[in-house]
């Protein structure tokens, strides 16, 4: 167990519908960070915020957006679905107990859209 | 252009052999950070190791060492011993600079099978 903690860890949806993804990061960590991994990309960076705050933007969809909440954990919210988002959506986090060097990753949530 | 490469989409390797890896990069900022992920079947990313670019030594962690030719923009994972539970796909990143955002950019992975 990697103290990230992300649900769902499959999430099956239609297109066009809307999808929430929660991440935990470890204690202590106040940085966040969200990767797709799909077959064609790799892994992508997407978003990372910082205690809550915005601080670096990867090749995010203008469909998808996150936010960080006051007790640090994270949603990422994907909405007008299209087959090509079907990817594991890994969250990520930095600092505190992670330690400076290091993006410890959560366990991936599953997205299938069909 | 590609910043991170790993070239061998595939490799095999017999049980408690050796290994190597190959990973190169390509950034003109002086400051860098090189990791190594595993990504088991199961598709948590487990971090291996990290190797800093004013690190004077090359990093070891357990079984894993990498070996850090900076004149080459070369960073290659070494799994010594080889187990079966090492069969998983690897991947190679670097984070650039020395900004707060601290985002890695990953290389496109290789799949290592730990023949018995």
């Known amino acids: 167990d990697s103290g990230v903690t992300q649900t769902p860890k499959h999430l099956i949806t239609a297109t066009g519908q809307r999808v929430t993804l929660r991440c935990s990061p470890r204690?202590?960590?106040?940085?966040v960070y969200w990767y797709q991994q799909s077959l064609d990309q790799g892994l992508q960076f997407l978003i990372q915020?910082?205690?809550?705050?915005?601080?670096a933007k990867g090749n995010i969809l203008e469909r998808f957006s996150a936010q960080q909440f006051p007790d640090l954990h994270s949603e990422l919210n994907l909405s007008s679905l299209e087959l090509g988002d079907s990817a594991l959506y890994f969250c990520?986090?930095?600092?505190?107990?992670?330690?400076?060097?290091?993006?410890?990753f959560g366990a991936g949530s599953r997205l299938t859209v069909l | 252009a590609q910043k991170i490469t790993q070239t061998q989409p595939g490799m095999f390797v017999q049980e408690k052999e050796a290994v190597t890896l190959d990973c190169t990069y390509d950034?003109?900022?002086?400051?860098?950070?090189l990791f190594w992920y595993k990504q088991p079947s199961s598709g948590e990313m487990i971090f291996l190791i990290y190797q800093g670019s004013y690190d004077q030594q090359n990093a070891t962690e357990g079984r894993y060492s990498l070996n850090f030719q900076k004149a080459r923009k070369s960073a290659n994972l070494v799994i010594s011993a080889s187990q079966l539970g090492d069969s998983a796909m690897y991947f190679c990143a670097m984070r650039e600079g020395m900004d707060s955002s601290y985002k890695l950019i990953f290389g496109s992975g290789t799949r290592l099978l730990v023949r018995p």
């Open positions: 915020y910082y205690n809550g705050e915005e601080r």
């Open positions: 950034t003109s900022d002086p400051s860098y950070g």
């Open positions: 204690s202590g960590d106040l940085s």
């Open positions: 990520a986090s930095r600092g505190g107990s992670s330690g400076a060097n290091v993006l410890t």
